[in-house]
């Protein structure tokens, strides 16, 4: 436990660190001092690698001089400086012995680089390296500063990067982002840092300035808004989708934004990618505003042909089912899974949607049916 007597403070007892070995100790959330015993003289630095974040006290000294184990930076035990021209100098305090007690003058560890540390990324983002971005992350992370907002300037770079040079095949930039740090957060310390980073380099690319798409002036309202997004979404008019969907958010109408772009996506033609616009789902319009309407107009808008005479009859039984849906009582009946099988592997479509309607109105739990749907695709 360390104690604090005017600037300095006591860290460990020498006898914790013994001639020729190391010792962390953590001084705050997420930040550690590193303590070296070389020929019974203390040293004291950061424990944090300038470069990447990874633990000193796992690195080796020779001639005064501490090598990170992890990507060989090498640094003067003494005065910290970097013998790497790519990597900062390691902060270094003083240390005394007083009566077998190891103190340390710490000064102020208050972090004041963030500013810096997110250009860093931003650089990162827009060269796609991932040396840059990964230290960038790290260090942020070092400065205690919240992954929520470093994810933030991650998904403003990606929307500027998908409105200049994607189109809405860019979906999968985003289901990549959102998998990379949902794997992330099953992880601590340098396997999340990486985690992270695969992540980032999902959203980086070139990002051109482009002009401020601003919302539509006075009077309009989300009931006029609604049918001009039906109707450009018919006609393939993904610019126009964009102005309609800032409109409709500088209106207070975000909550209906998504559904209606779903709507969009899957009713008419059967578009192969609503899971891109699920994956938009998980981010918050507020903070991914630019990304989330850029790309949900692209989806929207994209031009196609019309369906294949198979899906337009598809697309009719589905809307006369769904009004049967709504009727029906949904009372919970045993499961007959092999009539439901049966009924889906028909050549007889409509067979195959009686099949699914009559298993949803008696009631069967839809993560049921989608098991049984996955299991016989993979059998298929």
Same mark, same amino acid.
């Given at each position: 436990m360390a104690t604090q007597e005017t600037q300095w403070t006591k860290l460990a007892d020498l006898s914790e660190v013994p001639t020729g070995e190391a010792k962390a100790v953590r001084i705050g959330e997420g930040r550690s001092i590193a303590l070296f015993n070389v020929d019974d003289k203390i040293y004291a630095t950061d424990n944090q690698c300038p470069h990447m974040g990874y633990p000193l006290t796992r690195g080796r000294i020779r001639h005064n001089i501490l090598t990170c184990d992890w990507h060989e930076r090498s640094f003067d035990l003494e005065g910290g400086g970097c013998f790497n021209v790519e990597c900062d100098d390691l902060q270094t305090f003083p240390a005394e012995v007083r009566d077998g007690e190891i103190w340390v003058q710490l000064g102020d560890l208050t972090y004041k680089r963030k500013a810096e540390h997110l250009s860093l990324l931003w650089e990162g983002l827009l060269s796609g390296d991932r040396w840059t971005m990964s230290k960038a992350i790290a260090l942020l992370l070092k400065g205690g500063v919240p992954e929520g907002e470093i994810v933030e300037l991650i998904l403003r770079h990606l929307g500027r990067h998908i409105a200049s040079s994607h189109g809405s095949e860019a979906g999968w930039d985003v289901a990549r982002l959102m998998n990379g740090l949902s794997v992330g957060r099953r992880y601590k310390d340098a396997d999340r840092l990486i985690a992270m980073t695969t992540a980032a380099c999902a959203a980086s690319g070139g990002a051109a300035e482009r002009l401020e798409v601003v919302p539509l002036p006075e009077p309009v309202a989300w009931e006029n808004i609604e049918p001009w997004i039906r109707s450009f979404s018919r006609d393939g008019h993904s610019g126009r989708i964009e102005r309609c969907l800032f409109t409709a958010y500088t209106l207070g109408d975000a909550d209906k934004i998504l559904s209606l772009l779903l709507e969009c996506t899957v009713e008419p033609h059967f578009i192969g990618f609503p899971d891109n616009l699920i994956s938009l789902g998980y981010l918050s319009e507020e903070k991914a505003f630019e990304l989330v309407f850029n790309l949900g107009a692209k989806l929207v808008g994209r031009r196609r042909g019309e369906p294949q005479r198979f899906r337009r009859d598809a697309i009719g039984i589905m809307?006369? @089912? +769904?009004?049967?849906?709504?009727?029906? /009582?949904? !009372?919970? !009946? /045993?499961?007959?899974? /092999?009539?439901? $099988?049966?009924? +889906? !592997?028909? $050549? /007889?479509?409509? @067979?195959s949607f009686d099949g699914v309607a009559a298993a949803l109105k008696d009631g069967v739990p839809i993560d049921q049916l989608v098991s049984t749907v996955v299991i016989l695709a993979a059998d298929r």
């Open positions: 809307r006369d @089912k +769904l009004n049967e849906l709504d009727a029906g /009582d949904n !009372t919970p !009946t /045993d499961y007959d899974e /092999d009539s439901f $099988v049966s009924a +889906l !592997t028909s $050549v /007889d479509i409509q @067979k």
